[in-house]
């Protein structure tokens, strides 16, 4: 018997530790949607010159080619330069696949920020106008 209740109470545990994970990441689905709208590619076009276009890929990324008129400011480095951006414009955001601008949306809404878009199928399938940096030669 002491054997079933400590199956039982193993069972119990792990089955509020899956419920625990899955309500939050249902929690951050929920919010994410709230906070951060999602543009199609002639949405995104049709706004981001009014905008500030950020780009939240990191500095390699951003070198081989970029939305022109974007910024780089890699998410990885947000919350330190997060005073580059103005509250009261509305902020583009973009990677490459949209989940780094997810993530970089939930860092600049905990900051203030409330007019948040990102692109939702990323620079990989972008088909607008792109610079690439130019690479020094060594």
Do not use: C
């Not at 929690?27 to 780009?55: M, P, W």
């Not at 900051?111 to 399938?125: C, M, R």
Request: a positive charge; hydrophobic letters at 35%.
């Amino acid at each position: 018997m002491p054997f079933i209740l400590g199956i039982a109470w193993d069972w119990i545990i792990l089955l509020v530790l899956a419920l625990g994970y899955f309500g939050y990441a249902l929690y951050r689905y929920l919010v994410t949607r709230r906070i951060l709208t999602n543009l199609s590619e002639e949405e995104f076009k049709k706004g981001y010159r009014k905008a500030q276009l950020i780009d939240v890929r990191e500095q390699k990324e951003y070198d081989a080619g970029y939305i022109w008129g974007a910024r780089n400011i890699p998410v990885t480095q947000l919350k330190q330069r997060k005073k580059e951006l103005r509250k009261d414009l509305p902020v583009y955001l973009y990677d490459q696949t949209g989940s780094r601008s997810r993530r970089a949306a939930w860092i600049l809404y905990k900051e203030g920020y409330q007019d948040l878009s990102h692109l939702k199928t990323g620079f990989k399938q972008w088909t607008g106008k792109i610079k690439k940096t130019k690479k020094p030669d060594y």
